[in-house]
């Protein structure tokens, strides 16, 4: 039996001022934007509020091996989190075991139904996944036998890809329509996710210092953009004319604001510094709401596959 303080789990959350010096080009169309740039902010509860006791040990050397692999920072909690949880609220709780060895496939079996019984089966696969590859390291380097070498992971049934229809993304663009800081950037967001659907920690970490090209992502000339994706591996994506107009009428505005000597493109409101990648979520989900659309920016990934999606002859606003 899995106790109940445990049924939430150490699941991520999405998260959700007046300008001290206004200015006619900063929009107050958005009157909180603190939580959506780079402030400082608490901590989340995360892997320390997990007491897995004799287990943990184990774990923080598997968080060693995944930096020393170099692994994202996002991979290393998601891969860490799975077993510190699993040992938690299972094994110390519904078992005595307090060793890794003694673990075999049933508690993983049991543990990965409780979870299907509770989240989405995309869920439970994450984590599955995860304890797969703590299991088959601490197999490797301590050469036990691996509970899961046998075991299959979950399905995963298929979903119906959420595609945008042309009548949403003439209402997003609506939605940003007009000269505001605020309306120009946001539209240049948008356009760029569109032409591209680059992750959003991509977008947020795209760089820009118009007097050092070296230290720019972006090159409106090419229309490419240079951005850093999972795992730290670096490529360029290109985008579309309409894409570049939008960008450029940006970059105009960003110019005057209090903040353009920062290296981050996208700035916040107000005088306000980069926006965070929770701010950008924020912003799309906000416009999304005012044009009454569902979206988000992983939304825009299925967007970008469809050949041929551009609508000749779109107009910038």
């Known amino acids: 039996m899995i106790p109940k303080m ?16 206004p200015d006619s080009m900063i929009s107050r169309e958005l009157p909180d934007e603190r939580e959506t740039t780079a402030v400082p902010k608490r901590r989340r509860r995360g892997p320390r509020q997990l007491d897995a006791g004799p287990f943990a040990a184990d774990v923080a050397s598997f968080r060693l091996h995944l930096a020393a692999e170099n692994k994202a920072a996002g991979t290393i909690r998601i891969y860490t989190e799975a077993p510190l949880w699993f040992a938690a609220a299972y094994l110390l709780r519904g078992t005595e075991k307090t060793r890794w060895e003694q673990v075999d496939a049933q508690d993983v079996q049991r543990w990965v139904g409780w979870l299907l019984g509770r989240y989405s089966e995309a869920y439970a696969r994450q984590q599955y996944r995860s304890l797969r590859q703590f299991f088959g390291w601490l197999a490797s380097e301590d050469e036990i036998a691996d509970p899961m070498a046998r075991l299959r992971a979950p399905a995963v049934r298929d979903k119906p890809v959420p595609f945008f229809t042309s009548v949403e993304l003439s209402k997003l663009e609506k939605s940003c329509r007009g000269s505001t800081f605020a309306q120009r950037r946001d539209a240049a967001i948008l356009s760029v996710f569109r032409a591209t659907g680059i992750r959003l920690a991509e977008l947020a970490g795209i760089r820009y210092d118009p007097g050092n090209p070296d230290r720019s992502d972006l090159d409106l000339d090419r229309r490419e953009i240079h951005v850093r994706g999972k795992g730290g591996k670096d490529r360029t994506v290109r985008i579309d004319h ?11 505005v960003r110019a005057g604001h209090e903040q353009a000597h920062r290296l981050g493109l996208w700035l916040g409101t107000g005088g306000r510094g980069p926006l965070t990648g929770n701010g950008i979520y924020q912003m799309v989900k906000r416009r999304g709401d005012q044009a009454g659309v569902r979206v988000y920016p992983h939304r825009f990934r299925h967007l970008s596959a469809i050949p041929g999606w551009i609508a000749a002859g779109r107009r910038a606003t």
């Open 242 to 252: 309409e894409a570049a107009r939008r960008v450029d009428r940006y970059l105009r």
């Open 6 to 21: 445990y049924a939430s789990g150490p699941r991520p959350v999405a998260p959700v001022c007046k300008s001290r010096n």
